[in-house]
């Protein structure tokens, strides 16, 4: 039978890709996310290459929501194999200026899905007999620009709860691991300039497919030896040394 991947986020960026790359590994797609527009032009491109999808409009703030996701999407294809928590938002504001209202936002979109969607899935992982939990965290858990303080913590957050899921889960045969995607450009990568590439060892700034390959990786059974852990890319720029020059 198809093995099914939900993937929230799933219209744009990062989610997008990795949901064309997990269909053409074969698998059943549930594309989730609130941009409905992009979300069905991400459907036509993998049902038009002879994949399988669905379209579920989802807030992942709304405990509702999710609730609903992991009901339909097990209603249409018969199975929740892998969940990738990718959905996110950000917003750079100051720590003096973003409101209550606009850190819960966060906090709820970024962390608090990442367990509901997580805790909802479970049930129809263990008619499988396990299943593959991969969640999109960044290197922005472990380093900082200024006024990033809700984005960084739900990204130390979903660091956290991975390996805490990990264990809490590991007799039911489910692994739980998170990926910490460095610089990915998503829109403008012929825009780049040289030095952009250079910050890197890799010698390139990284793509979507990069972390949706990691993904697909850590979703395979051959690899549940991996599990609670938190695998970062970033084509090396957190190793490298930096020094202004002047």
């Given at each position: ?39 069905s ?14 379209f ?12 609903h ?55 129809y ?121 002047g």
């Open positions: 039978m198809m093995k099914t991947a939900v993937i929230t986020g799933a219209s744009n960026g990062i989610g997008r890709e990795t949901a064309i790359y997990f269909a053409k590994k074969g698998y059943g797609v549930v594309l989730a996310d609130v941009d409905e527009s992009a979300g032009t991400v459907k036509e491109q993998i049902d038009s290459a002879g994949g399988k999808s669905c579920i409009k989802t807030d992942v703030s709304s405990p509702e929501d999710i609730v996701l992991m009901k339909k999407s097990f209603e249409i294809f018969g199975s929740i194999d892998v969940l990738v928590n990718n959905a996110g938002l950000s917003k750079w504001e100051s720590p003096l200026k973003l409101s209550v209202e606009e850190w819960d936002q966060i906090i709820n979109v970024n962390l608090r899905s990442v367990f509901l969607c997580s805790r909802e899935a479970v049930p992982m263990e008619r499988s007999k396990g299943g593959s939990i991969v969640n999109i965290a960044s290197t922005r858990a472990f380093m900082s620009e200024p006024n990033s303080e809700a984005y960084a913590a739900t990204k130390g957050g979903i660091v956290a709860l991975t390996h805490a899921l990990a264990a809490s889960l590991a007799d039911k045969f489910i692994t739980v691991n998170a990926v910490s995607p460095g610089w990915i450009e998503t829109t403008d990568y012929e825009g780049l300039r040289e030095i952009d590439h250079h910050q890197h060892l890799s010698g390139r700034v990284g793509k979507p497919v990069d972390i949706a390959k990691a993904c697909y990786y850590l979703s395979e059974p051959d690899n549940n030896f991996i599990n609670g852990e938190n695998l970062v890319i970033d084509g090396g720029m957190t190793r490298k040394m930096i020094y202004e020059e």
